[in-house]
């Protein structure tokens, strides 16, 4: 951009003075902030720092599930965000410690699937249940294997699992609530792990993800689809670079996609993925780059970008909230 005496500014250090004004701006005031298409904004802060968590929605709140702040000390806490008043509370603790697990909501109960106890343990194929009205967790039947880092996705009242970190990146399988049974599916065709994904035309989609456990291995551009019905995979549009550690949500008929870490920091990359023109798109990049964070909502109109760690690995959780009001529509 260029100011009145002609003098040019770069780039980035447009972006940087966006990233600043979000970072110092005042939950109360965020609160006030109406988002115009294509806005960034922030809303009131998480009440603990936090990343490597999974998130669910529920009846306009948010489900923060276990992850960790600072200190890799993986935590049970539940954080519930009320999108109506901007507010924030303690919900039901977990049962047990959980940090990479996979969320899901399906038939008004909040399902937390998989995950690991602390940053170096073993992975487990718990899977625990709250009904908000009840008020706590309840076990249920656990998955096929033992995995972490994968994605979570309902279709048809079931909830569908792919990918987790080595040696489980291709595992795949489905629950059933109502049966409280699990069922292995065809594996995932490329074997990854801190994927995004998304139901889109009736199938399952998993984009990008890295190959093996760390932040510095190989990242992937494979973006498949399930189709439950025929029961198979196909490969979609790649992306439009290889990523891991990002997430995504659909939001009027497109597929966002955005945040991730690299080995020198972290992805700001904001693209979307329109299914009518089966393409990506590329879009100016988020101002708050973030990773660590599984699952997202889409909710009075806002794409809800919650916490995450700003800093490669996971000892850089954030309270931020952000918000995004999509511009872009599909189909």
């Given at each position: 951009?260029?100011?009145?005496?002609?003098?040019?500014?770069?780039?980035?250090?447009?972006?940087?003075?966006?990233?600043?004004?979000?970072?110092?701006?005042?939950?109360?005031?965020?609160?006030?902030?109406?988002?115009?298409?294509?806005?960034?904004?922030?809303?009131?802060?998480?009440?603990?720092?936090?990343?490597?968590?999974?998130?669910?929605?529920?009846?306009?709140?948010?489900?923060?599930?276990?992850?960790?702040?600072?200190?890799?000390?993986?935590?049970?806490?539940?954080?519930?965000?009320?999108?109506?008043?901007?507010?924030?509370?303690?919900?039901?603790?977990?049962?047990?410690?959980?940090?990479?697990?996979?969320?899901?909501?399906?038939?008004?109960?909040?399902?937390?699937?998989?995950?690991?106890?602390?940053?170096?343990?073993?992975?487990v194929s718990t899977v625990y249940a709250l009904d908000p009205r009840a008020g706590r967790w309840i076990e249920k039947?656990?998955?096929?294997?033992?995995?972490?880092?994968?994605?979570?996705?309902?279709?048809?009242?079931?909830?569908?699992?792919?990918?987790?970190?080595?040696?489980?990146?291709?595992?795949?399988?489905?629950?059933?609530?109502?049966?409280?049974?699990?069922?292995?599916?065809?594996?995932?065709?490329?074997?990854?792990?801190?994927?995004?994904?998304?139901?889109?035309?009736?199938?399952?989609?998993?984009?990008?993800?890295?190959?093996?456990?760390?932040?510095?291995?190989?990242?992937?551009?494979?973006?498949?689809?399930?189709?439950?019905?025929?029961?198979?995979?196909?490969?979609?549009?790649?992306?439009?670079?290889?990523?891991?550690?990002?997430?995504?949500?659909?939001a009027e008929g497109c597929f966002h996609v955005w945040g991730g870490e690299h080995r020198d920091g972290m992805f700001?990359?904001?693209?979307?993925?329109?299914?009518?023109?089966?393409?990506?798109?590329?879009?100016?990049?988020?101002?708050?780059?973030?990773?660590?964070?599984?699952?997202?909502?889409?909710?009075?109109?806002?794409?809800?970008?919650?916490?995450?760690?700003?800093?490669?690995?996971?000892?850089?959780?954030?309270?931020?909230?952000?918000?995004?009001?999509?511009?872009?529509?599909?189909?």
């Amino acid at each position: 951009m260029n100011t009145a005496a002609g003098t040019r500014i770069a780039p980035g250090f447009t972006a940087g003075l966006r990233a600043l004004a979000l970072l110092l701006l005042a939950p109360g005031l965020a609160c006030a902030q109406v988002l115009a298409a294509g806005e960034w904004g922030r809303r009131a802060d998480m009440l603990e720092p936090n990343s490597e968590f999974t998130l669910t929605a529920l009846d306009g709140k948010l489900y923060v599930l276990g992850g960790y702040p600072k200190g890799r000390v993986t935590v049970r806490t539940v954080q519930i965000y009320d999108i109506g008043t901007d507010t924030w509370r303690f919900g039901p603790p977990l049962p047990r410690p959980n940090n990479h697990g996979m969320a899901a909501t399906a038939g008004g109960i909040i399902y937390l699937i998989g995950g690991q106890t602390d940053p170096n343990a073993a992975y487990v194929s718990t899977v625990y249940a709250l009904d908000p009205r009840a008020g706590r967790w309840i076990e249920k039947t656990p998955m096929p294997s033992a995995r972490s880092a994968g994605v979570a996705l309902v279709y048809e009242g079931k909830i569908y699992v792919a990918g987790g970190r080595p040696p489980r990146g291709h595992d795949f399988a489905v629950y059933d609530p109502s049966s409280d049974r699990w069922e292995t599916l065809p594996d995932l065709p490329t074997q990854r792990n801190h994927v995004a994904g998304a139901v889109i035309d009736g199938r399952i989609h998993v984009a990008g993800g890295r190959l093996q456990g760390g932040f510095m291995s190989e990242k992937t551009t494979a973006f498949e689809a399930f189709d439950p019905k025929a029961r198979r995979w196909t490969a979609a549009a790649p992306m439009l670079k290889g990523r891991s550690g990002m997430n995504g949500v659909m939001a009027e008929g497109c597929f966002h996609v955005w945040g991730g870490e690299h080995r020198d920091g972290m992805f700001p990359d904001h693209d979307v993925y329109d299914p009518g023109a089966g393409r990506w798109v590329k879009l100016p990049d988020m101002p708050i780059p973030v990773h660590g964070v599984t699952g997202a909502a889409f909710l009075a109109g806002m794409i809800w970008v919650t916490g995450g760690g700003i800093g490669n690995g996971g000892n850089s959780g954030t309270t931020l909230n952000q918000t995004y009001r999509p511009a872009m529509r599909c189909r």
